[in-house]
C-alpha cells in the first residue's frame, strides 16, 4: 500500500502535475468566490480539459478544482456576508463580523488553515483506516437519517441562543419552502400552482442570494446614508498570529471531528455537518457566549467541519463504491470518464489512479494553504472598497449567480421575495440560518421519514427501536430543551446578552 | 403608544401573518393529487400537513403572546417598563408615520431598484439593465458626480459581462440589445 | 492563459479523431446531458457513458457535461426540459422504461410527445439482489417467505412506488400469485441508493438493473438470485433467471436518451447520426460489455413509436396490477 501511495506521490509531484494543481486551485477559488457558481459548476467547465489529459493529471486537475472551490465559498460569507455555497451559511456569523472588526486577514487565514487540517485528516484517514470504518456509514438507514436531520434541525433551533419562538418559526418556513415542487417519493406536484417552473422546487441559492446577498446589501446602502455604517477597523496584520491560532486550534479539532463523522453518512453533507459541529462547539467550548461576536474559533470551526466533511464523503465511495452527495458526485463523474467503475473493487483493479487521486487531494490541501497565504492579502483588501462602489457589483454578481442555476425569471423574483422577507427576519431578528438548513434538508427529511415509515409498516416506533436514531432523538430533545433548564446558569445570561447586542 | 405596547402589536401582527399563511398552505395541500402509495404509510400530503399546523401554532402562539402578556404583568408589578422593551425593536425611530414603521423615501427607492431590477433583468437585457442599477443604486449610496456613476457602471457591465458569458459560459440575455452582433 | 493553452493542446489532440462531418449543422459550445436521478443510478450511468464515449470519439467537438436533475422518478428533469429548455440543441436527456411509467402513472403532465425521444443505444436486465450473507439463497427461498406472509420481505428500489424497479417486484408477486399491492417496496432517489440501503441491511432485497450491481457483484459483496428475463445476462451468466426459478417474469430495460421540444429538424437528425455512429464504435461496444448491457437499439422514427406504445401498454399494466385507477 505505501508503495502505491509513494507512487501516487511520484505521479502527482511531477512538475506539471503540479503546475496544473496550481491552476487548479486558483481558479476553483476565484470561481468558488462567486456566489451561486459552486464546486459543481467549476468542475462542468473545466470537463472539456480533461479529455486531453492524462488520467493522473485530469484527477489532479478535478481535485484541486474542487477543493479551491470549496474554500472559495467561505471567502464571500467573510467580506460581504454572502455564503458561496450552503456548506459556508454557518461562517457567516463570525466570519463578517470579524472582517467588520478590521480582522478579515485572520479569518480567511484560519479558514485556510482549517480547511487544510481538515482535509489532510480526512484524507489521511481515507488512506489508512478508509475500509474498515466506512462500514460505519452503512449503519445509517432510513430511520437512523430521519433522527440525524432532526437533530441537526434541533441543534440550530437553538442556534441565537435567544428566542427559540423564533428559530422554531424559520426552520418551519425553510421545511415549508422545500416542500415545493415534485414530491421525490410519490412524483405528486405539490405547492407548484401549475407553474412549470416551481416543479423542480425552490433552489438553496434562489433563497440565499435573496436572503443573505439582497439583505445584506441593502442594510448596507440604508447604514451608509444613514451614516451609522460602522467604520472597519484598519487592519493591522493580514495572517494569523500565533496566539489566535492556538486559541481556534481546539476548535479546527472537533469540527473536524464532527464534520469527518458526519460527512462519512452518504448523502449527509457538509452543510449539515457545519450546522452541528458549529452548535456543538458552543456548548462544548470555553467561553460560547463570545461565538457569534467575531470570534475566530466561529470561523475556524465550521470551515473545518466542511472540509473534513466533504473528504470524508469519499471514504465510502473509494472504498466500497457508494456514492453519497457532494464531492462524491464530482468525483464519480471524473472516475467514469476516466473508465473506472466505481465500485469495492477500485482499488485493486485501479489502484495506481486511485491512489494518485488519494495522493493528488494531500497535494491539492498543501497547495491550497500555500497559495492563500499570498491570496488572503488580495481578498482582505476587498474590505477596503468602498460599500458604495462594492454593493452594487455585489448585487449583480449575486443576481448572475441566481441567473445561471436554470436561466429562469421565477427564480429572480423568488429572490426578490426572499430579499424582502429576509430584510424582515433580520431586522426584527429572525434567525435566518434554520430557514436555510430546513430547506437544505427538508427534502431529504421528509423521504427518509416516509421511507422508514414503509419499512416498519406505518409504526412510528422505528425511530425509538433502533439504538441510533433513538440517541440521536434523546440528543435532539436535549439540545432544544436544555438551554431553557440552563437559563438561570450565568454563562447563558452572559451568552444571551452577547447574543442580543450583537 | 409606548415601545413594548407597539412590539407587542407588532408580535400579535406577525403571529395573524403566520397564522395566514399557514392556513393558505394547508388549504393547498387538499390539491396534492393522490398517487398510489402502500397502505398505512405517508403520502405526499402527510409532511405539509404537519407543517402546516406546526407553523399554525406556532403563529396562534405569536398572536397570544403569552411570555410577552406574562413579561408586561410582571413589569407592571415591577415598575420597570424598560426591562420589556428588550426583546422587540428596541429603538423607535421618531417623525412621521411611514419613518416610524421604517420606511422613508431612500427605503422604498432602494428596494424599489433592487426589485425592478429583478424583474425586468431578463426582458430589458443584463447590459441595459445592469448599468441603470450600477448607476441608480451607486447615487443612493451617495455617489454624487455623474460621471464617476456612469464611467464605473459602464466599466462593471462590460466586465461582468463578458467575464460570465466568455469565460463561465453563462447565457446572459441580451433584451433590448438582441440586434447587436455580439 | 494557461487555460487557453490547455484548451488549444485538447483540440490538437482531439483534431484526429474526429469523424468526417455528417451534416451541415453542427453543435456549438458544450453539450449537456441531464441525468434525471442522483449519481451512480442507470439514468447517471447513461449519460456519463455517452458523454464519454461523444468526446472520446470526437463525435460531438466541445465538451459533453453530465447534471444531475433527481426528483419524482424523471418527472423533474422532462418538466424542466419541456419547459425550460425549448428548443435547446446541446442536450439530450437519459431515459429508460422508467420514465415511461412516471408518464403511464400520470405523474408529469408530460409525456414522450411533449419531448423528442431520440434513439435506444442499449438493453439491459434487471434483477433481485441480496447481500453476500443474506438468508435467501435462492428466489425459492424469498417466494416461500412471502408466499407466507407478502410483508415479510422488505424490497428497495430506485424509482417511486408504481415505478420501474417497483414493478420488477409486483410483476413478480403477481406470478407467484401474491398480491402486488400488498409487498413491501421502499423507494429510493436511484438504485445506488437502494443499493447502499440494502447493504446495511435496512432492506432486504433490492431490485436494480445489472449495470447498477455490476461493481458490488464483482466484488462479491452482494448475490444475485434472479435476473428477471427469459435468457441469462451475457456477463453474469451464473444469476438464474427467474423464469427458471419458476416466477416467468420478462422485463427488458431499455436505455436511451430525449430531446428538448422544438428542436431543429437538423439538429435532430445530427444526434440521430452521431449517436447511431457512436453506439456502432469499439468504445462504446467496450463500454456496453463493461456494464453488462445487451445490443439491442431503436432509433428516430422507431422509437418514438416504440416509446408511445410502451407507456400505452403500462397504462394497461398498471391497472390490472392495481396501482392505477
Redesign the interface.
Known amino acids: 500500500m505505501f508503495d502505491q501511495l509513494l507512487n501516487g506521490f511520484a505521479t502527482a509531484l511531477l512538475p506539471l502535475n503540479l503546475l496544473i494543481a496550481l491552476c487548479g486551485c486558483l481558479v476553483g477559488t476565484l470561481i468558488g468566490v462567486l456566489p451561486g457558481l459552486g464546486p459543481t459548476a467549476t468542475l462542468a467547465m473545466l470537463i472539456p480539459l480533461v479529455f486531453s489529459m492524462p488520467p493522473a493529471t485530469a484527477l489532479i486537475l478535478l481535485t484541486s478544482v474542487y477543493y479551491g472551490s470549496m474554500y472559495g465559498g467561505s471567502t464571500t460569507s467573510i467580506l460581504v456576508n454572502i455564503p458561496g455555497e450552503s456548506a459556508s451559511v454557518i461562517t457567516t456569523i463570525d466570519g463578517h463580523k470579524m472582517a467588520m472588526q478590521g480582522r478579515a486577514g485572520p479569518a480567511l487565514a484560519v479558514a485556510a488553515i482549517g480547511s487544510f487540517i481538515a482535509g489532510t485528516f480526512a484524507v489521511l484517514m481515507l488512506t489508512f483506516v478508509g475500509a474498515p470504518i466506512a462500514r460505519y456509514a452503512l449503519l445509517f438507514g432510513p430511520a437512523e437519517f430521519f433522527a440525524l436531520m432532526v437533530f441537526g434541525l434541533c441543534t440550530v433551533a437553538s442556534l441565537t441562543g435567544t428566542n427559540v419562538t423564533k428559530s422554531i418559526i424559520a426552520t418551519c418556513l425553510g421545511l415549508m419552502i422545500a416542500t415545493i415542487g415534485i414530491d421525490l417519493v410519490s412524483g405528486a406536484a405539490r405547492f407548484t400552482f401549475g407553474n412549470p417552473f416551481l416543479q423542480d422546487g425552490v433552489d438553496f441559492v434562489v433563497v440565499a442570494i435573496g436572503m443573505f446577498a439582497l439583505t445584506e446589501v441593502v442594510i448596507t446602502a440604508r447604514e451608509v446614508h444613514a451614516g451609522t455604517r460602522a467604520q472597519i477597523v484598519k487592519a493591522d496584520k493580514v495572517w494569523i498570529s500565533w496566539s489566535e491560532f492556538l486559541y481556534s486550534l481546539p476548535a479546527i479539532v472537533r469540527g473536524t471531528v464532527f464534520g469527518f463523522v458526519i460527512g462519512m453518512l452518504p448523502g449527509a453533507g457538509a452543510t449539515l455537518s457545519t450546522f452541528i459541529a458549529y452548535n456543538l462547539e458552543k456548548r462544548l467550548c470555553k467561553n460560547p457566549e463570545l461565538l457569534g461576536t467575531g470570534d475566530i474559533r466561529g470561523v475556524a470551526n465550521p470551515e473545518s467541519a466542511n472540509n473534513a466533511a466533504s473528504g470524508a464523503s469519499l471514504v465510502p465511495l473509494l472504498t466500497l463504491g457508494l456514492p453519497g452527495g457532494g464531492a462524491t458526485a464530482v468525483m464519480l463523474g471524473a472516475l467514469m470518464m476516466l473508465d473506472i467503475t466505481p465500485g469495492p473493487l477500485m482499488f485493486e483493479k485501479h489502484g495506481a489512479i486511485v491512489w494518485t487521486l488519494i495522493a493528488s487531494m494531500y497535494v491539492g490541501n498543501t497547495l491550497l494553504l500555500l497559495l492563500n497565504w499570498p491570496l488572503v492579502n488580495v481578498f482582505a483588501r476587498v474590505m477596503r472598497i468602498p460599500p458604495k462602489f462594492l454593493m452594487p457589483t455585489v448585487l449583480v454578481i449575486s443576481t448572475i449567480g441566481v441567473w445561471s442555476l436554470s436561466y429562469s425569471a421565477v427564480d429572480l423574483v423568488l429572490t426578490g421575495a426572499a430579499g424582502v422577507l429576509g430584510y424582515y427576519m433580520r431586522v426584527h431578528k429572525y434567525p435566518v440560518e434554520p430557514l436555510i438548513l430546513g430547506l437544505i434538508l427538508g427534502g431529504r427529511l421528509e423521504q427518509a421519514y416516509r421511507q422508514a415509515l414503509i419499512i416498519s409498516a406505518g409504526s412510528n416506533m422505528i425511530f425509538v427501536e433502533k439504538p441510533i436514531s433513538l440517541g440521536l432523538l434523546i440528543g435532539a430533545a436535549l439540545f432544544l430543551f436544555l438551554p431553557m433548564l440552563l437559563k438561570r446558569s450565568k454563562q447563558f445570561v452572559a451568552a444571551q446578552e452577547s447574543a442580543e447586542a450583537a | 403608544m409606548d415601545i413594548a405596547a407597539r412590539g407587542l402589536l407588532?408580535t400579535r401582527i406577525?403571529g395573524l401573518v403566520?397564522l395566514l399563511v399557514a392556513g393558505g398552505?394547508l388549504w393547498?395541500?387538499f390539491n396534492?393529487?393522490?398517487?398510489?402509495?402502500?397502505?398505512?404509510?405517508?403520502?405526499?400530503k402527510?409532511?405539509?400537513e404537519l407543517?402546516?399546523l406546526?407553523?399554525a401554532v406556532?403563529g396562534l402562539?405569536?398572536l397570544i403572546s403569552p411570555s410577552d402578556i406574562m413579561a408586561r404583568i410582571r413589569a407592571k408589578r415591577d415598575g420597570t417598563a424598560a426591562a420589556v422593551a428588550?426583546?422587540?425593536?428596541a429603538a423607535a425611530p421618531s417623525g412621521g408615520l411611514l419613518a416610524r414603521i421604517?420606511l422613508d423615501w431612500?427605503?422604498v427607492a432602494?428596494?424599489a431598484v433592487?426589485?425592478a431590477?429583478?424583474?425586468f433583468?431578463?426582458d430589458l437585457g443584463f447590459p441595459v439593465a445592469?448599468f441603470l442599477?450600477?448607476v441608480l443604486?451607486?447615487r443612493?449610496?451617495?455617489?454624487p458626480r455623474w460621471h464617476v456613476l456612469i464611467g464605473?457602471a459602464l466599466a462593471?457591465?462590460i466586465v461582468?459581462y463578458v467575464g460570465?458569458k466568455y469565460g463561465?459560459?453563462?447565457?446572459?440575455p441580451l433584451g433590448v440589445l438582441e440586434f447587436l452582433p455580439i | 492563459m494557461t487555460r487557453y493553452v490547455l484548451i488549444l493542446a485538447g483540440v490538437a489532440l482531439a483534431g484526429p479523431m474526429m469523424a468526417e462531418p455528417a451534416a451541415a449543422w453542427e453543435p456549438k459550445g458544450q453539450g449537456e446531458c441531464i441525468a434525471p436521478a442522483n449519481p451512480g443510478g442507470g439514468w447517471d450511468i447513461t449519460c456519463r457513458t455517452i458523454s464519454s464515449v461523444l468526446q472520446k470519439t470526437g463525435g460531438f467537438k466541445g465538451s459533453i457535461y453530465v447534471t444531475n436533475m433527481p426528483g419524482g422518478s424523471g418527472a423533474v428533469a422532462i418538466a424542466n426540459v419541456a419547459t425550460k429548455r425549448k428548443g435547446d440543441t446541446n442536450l439530450i436527456v437519459s431515459a429508460s422504461n422508467a420514465l415511461t411509467f412516471t408518464v403511464a402513472l400520470g405523474r408529469t403532465p408530460y409525456t414522450f410527445k411533449e419531448v423528442m425521444p431520440l434513439a435506444q443505444v442499449g438493453a439491459e436486465l434487471g434483477g433481485f439482489f441480496v447481500t453476500a450473507d443474506s438468508k435467501y439463497k435462492t428466489l425459492a427461498d424469498v417466494t416461500a417467505a412471502m408466499k407466507a406472509d407478502p410483508k415479510s420481505v422488505t424490497f428497495s428500489g430506485g424509482s417511486a412506488p408504481g415505478g420501474q424497479d417497483h414493478m420488477k417486484v409486483a410483476l413478480f408477486a403477481k406470478a407467484i400469485g401474491v398480491e402486488p399491492t400488498k409487498v413491501v417496496y421502499v423507494p429510493f432517489q436511484g438504485g445506488g441508493e437502494a443499493l447502499t440501503s440494502m447493504l446495511g441491511g435496512h432492506t432486504q432485497v433490492a431490485a436494480l438493473d445489472i449495470s447498477e450491481a455490476t461493481g458490488q457483484l464483482e466484488a462479491g459483496k452482494i448475490r444475485g438470485l434472479a435476473v428477471l428475463s427469459d435468457k441469462r445476462s451475457t456477463k453474469f451468466p451464473d444469476i438464474p433467471t427467474a423464469t427458471e426459478q419458476g416466477a416467468p417474469v420478462n422485463y427488458v430495460i431499455w436505455r436511451g436518451y430525449y430531446m428538448a421540444p422544438g428542436v431543429p429538424k437538423e439538429a435532430y437528425d445530427w444526434w440521430l447520426e452521431t449517436i447511431k455512429k457512436t453506439v456502432a464504435t469499439p468504445e462504446f461496444a467496450a463500454e456496453r460489455e463493461k456494464l453488462g448491457w445487451e445490443p439491442t437499439t431503436r432509433f428516430g422514427d422507431d422509437f418514438v413509436k416504440y416509446v408511445n406504445d410502451e407507456a400505452a401498454q403500462y397504462k394497461i399494466l398498471l391497472k390490472e396490477l392495481g396501482f392505477l385507477k
Not at chain 2, 463561465?168 to 446572459?172: A, D, G, H, K
Open positions: 407588532r406577525e403566520i398552505y393547498e395541500t396534492i393529487p393522490d398517487f398510489y402509495q402502500l397502505p398505512d404509510t405517508p403520502g405526499p402527510t409532511f405539509p407543517l402546516g406546526v407553523f406556532m402562539w405569536l428588550a426583546e422587540p425593536s421604517g431612500h427605503f432602494l428596494w433592487v426589485l431590477y429583478l424583474w433583468m431578463p445592469t442599477l450600477l443604486f451607486t443612493l449610496l451617495g455617489e464605473l462593471v457591465t461582468v460570465f463561465l459560459n453563462v447565457r446572459l
